[in-house]
């Protein structure tokens, strides 16, 4: 499992939903920020700058989209994940064209989410070695 | 960083020649074929990335989907003559997920594509996991 090294940004403004996938991600990583919409995410990424951000795309005050952008733009290449039902499709057709690339279908599948973490940590570690040459 | 099949296969030592390359081509070709329906894409859209991504004009990709068509797919097959060209090497496998991972969301994912992507991705990094 190679999360256990990589800190991680939670946004979810259902409590349930954030209560089991809190629970997932904190026995597999290394640390989990937790944020109850975007406006929160947003803050919270700045003050953390973790090495992934996960978010539901439907949430008050600012949606997962909206974060999404905010953060591209600060940093272009931060690996985001957004969970989707797959029913929202101009949500993720603007998603694509912001650079996000990772979906997590809903509902959820405990072995595909880890293996879609997984492969952004993967991703992530290729780009940290390509720098580092 | 933007990706294409012509930059990977630039850096692939084994593919000397037209045959290997068009046997590559071919084996993407189908890989995409899985995630995508091609008929469903906008024929402007399509040919443009299979262009800048596959290294594919129109005219070639229109022969490979004749032999697409006539081609018994085997996805496990086709992912492992793929891993083996590119030389198992993780960086390259990245870059061509990369490839893929566009073609299932370019056109607004649906669940079943970006599932395919999914299937074919973790073929692909099982072992690396």
Same mark, same amino acid.
């Given at each position: 499992?190679?999360?256990?090294?990589?800190?991680?940004?939670?946004?979810?403004?259902?409590?349930?939903?954030?209560?089991?996938?809190?629970?997932?991600?904190?026995?597999?990583?290394?640390?989990?920020?937790?944020?109850?919409?975007?406006?929160?995410?947003?803050?919270?990424?700045? %003050?953390? *700058?973790?090495?992934?951000? /996960?978010?539901?795309? !439907?949430?008050?005050?600012?949606?997962?989209?909206?974060? @999404? #952008?905010?953060?591209?733009?600060?940093?272009?290449?931060?690996?985001?994940?957004?969970?989707?039902?797959?029913?929202?499709?101009?949500?993720?057709?603007?998603?694509?064209?912001?650079?996000?690339?990772?979906?997590?279908?809903?509902?959820?599948? %405990?072995? *595909?989410?880890?293996?879609? /973490?997984?492969?952004? !940590?993967?991703?992530?570690?290729?780009?940290?070695?390509? @720098? #580092?040459? | 960083?933007?990706?294409?099949?012509?930059?990977?296969?630039?850096?692939?030592?084994?593919?000397?020649?037209?045959?290997?390359?068009?046997?590559?081509?071919?084996?993407?070709?189908?890989?995409?074929?899985?995630?995508?329906?091609?008929?469903?894409?906008?024929?402007?859209?399509?040919?443009?990335?299979?262009?800048?991504?596959?290294?594919?004009?129109?005219?070639?990709?229109?022969?490979?989907?004749?032999?697409?068509?006539?081609?018994?797919?085997?996805?496990?097959?086709?992912?492992?003559?793929?891993?083996?060209?590119?030389?198992?090497?993780?960086?390259?496998?990245?870059?061509?997920?990369?490839?893929?991972?566009?073609?299932?969301?370019?056109?607004?994912?649906?669940?079943?594509?970006?599932?395919?992507?999914?299937?074919?991705?973790?073929?692909?990094?099982?072992?690396?996991?």
């Amino acid at each position: 499992m190679r999360l256990e090294n990589f800190t991680i940004l939670y946004v979810e403004d259902d409590l349930t939903t954030q209560e089991i996938i809190k629970d997932i991600l904190s026995s597999s990583s290394k640390e989990v920020f937790i944020a109850n919409d975007g406006q929160e995410g947003l803050e919270l990424y700045k %003050e953390k *700058q973790p090495d992934i951000v /996960l978010s539901d795309i !439907a949430m008050p005050n600012m949606d997962g989209l909206e974060m @999404s #952008e905010a953060i591209k733009k600060m940093n272009p290449t931060q690996p985001i994940a957004l969970f989707t039902a797959f029913s929202e499709s101009a949500f993720l057709k603007r998603a694509a064209e912001l650079g996000v690339a990772t979906y997590i279908l809903k509902p959820l599948d %405990e072995e *595909q989410f880890f293996n879609s /973490l997984n492969y952004m !940590a993967l991703e992530i570690e290729l780009e940290k070695m390509k @720098s #580092e040459q | 960083m933007e990706t294409n099949l012509k930059k990977i296969s630039d850096l692939i030592n084994n593919q000397k020649n037209i045959e290997d390359e068009k046997k590559f081509k071919l084996a993407s070709a189908s890989l995409v074929c899985t995630i995508v329906d091609i008929n469903q894409l906008p024929p402007k859209k399509y040919c443009k990335l299979f262009q800048d991504n596959l290294n594919l004009p129109q005219n070639e990709f229109e022969l490979i989907q004749r032999e697409l068509n006539n081609d018994a797919l085997n996805i496990e097959d086709k992912v492992s003559y793929i891993k083996n060209e590119l030389n198992n090497n993780m960086y390259q496998i990245m870059e061509f997920l990369k490839i893929l991972n566009k073609f299932a969301i370019v056109n607004g994912c649906t669940q079943k594509s970006y599932r395919e992507f999914e299937l074919i991705r973790d073929k692909f990094l099982r072992e690396f996991y």
